[in-house]
């Protein structure tokens, strides 16, 4: 299993920033996929969810309204959309999923909101 982020960076309060996550080594369709995130001495909490075709998705009370999670299974992709982005956004972004009792990590990516 092996998922890789991409798309963070630097971005001033109120932009946006698409975050993509490129999977392999499973059968990516068969697995709900996940967003997460830890801020620096905060603990990794979930940002947003999406089932294994995307019809069923759940956010964190606080992105709610701002941030979209899609998939794209004939890519083998799952994306983080993130708008009117907040300074308390800062953090590493992510992508997980579960096989079994088992948690898969991508190596993660950074997102800065700073003016």
């Known amino acids: 299993v092996q998922l890789v982020e991409s798309g963070g960076g630097l971005v001033q309060p109120g932009g946006s920033l698409r975050l993509s996550c490129a999977a392999s080594g499973f059968a990516f369709s068969g697995y709900r996929m996940s967003w997460f995130r830890q801020a620096p001495g905060r603990q990794r909490e979930l940002v947003a969810g999406?089932?294994?075709?995307?019809?069923?998705?759940d956010y964190a009370g606080s992105v709610k309204g701002r941030f979209t999670i899609s998939r794209d299974n004939a890519k083998n992709a799952v994306y983080l959309q993130m708008n009117s982005l907040k300074p308390e956004d800062t953090a590493v972004y992510y992508c997980?999923?579960?096989?079994?009792?088992?948690?898969?990590w991508g190596q993660g990516t950074q997102v800065t909101v700073s003016s």
């Open positions: 997980n999923t579960q096989l079994g009792f088992v948690d898969y």
């Open positions: 999406i089932s294994r075709a995307g019809g069923s998705k």
